[in-house]
């Protein structure tokens, strides 16, 4: 029976997930673009400069997708965006260094990619404002999928 209940409550818990990864992503990229939270790593405070390759862009894709992610509007297309540049990022220039995330600094990239990638397949969860979305588009007749994630 505690498997019934913990089930009950599994959209609400990966609503709370959704928007605490959201919220951390789009505070990286706010840090980098604007210098606020103590500027861009690297930086001492600064920013990233305008139109450099990558990290000017990163820090777009973190600030935006970081922030549909974190209100659940686009959640799916949003998180696989941002799934893909931790990717990138960890391929790119953490495993230049060493091999294993713990050796190169890139456990953050590990974790936001992984969490995103979850964030494709389960959806919004709770709070979002997919789920809005999916309700007036319910009510108006349309034929909706179900976004609830499905219990083991």
Not at 29 to 39: D, T
Request: glycine share 16%; hydrophobic share 55%.
């Amino acid at each position: 029976m505690p498997s019934a209940r913990l089930n009950s409550v599994q959209p609400y818990a990966l609503g709370l997930f959704r928007i605490v990864v959201g919220l951390l992503f789009t505070a990286h990229g706010a840090a980098s673009l604007f210098g606020v939270f103590g500027g861009a790593m690297g930086t001492h405070g600064g920013t990233v400069a305008t139109g450099t390759w990558p990290g000017w862009y990163a820090a777009v894709i973190q600030l935006v997708a970081g922030a549909l992610v974190l209100v659940g509007l686009g959640t799916r297309g949003a998180a696989l965006v941002a799934s893909g540049s931790m990717a990138f990022a960890y391929f790119d220039i953490h495993q230049q260094h060493a091999l294993l995330p713990i050796q190169n600094g890139g456990e953050p990239a590990v974790m936001f990619c992984w969490a995103f990638l979850l964030l494709v397949f389960t959806g919004s969860g709770a709070f979002g404002l997919d789920r809005l979305f999916v309700r007036r588009a319910g009510a108006q007749g349309e034929r909706v999928p179900e976004q609830a994630p499905m219990a083991a």
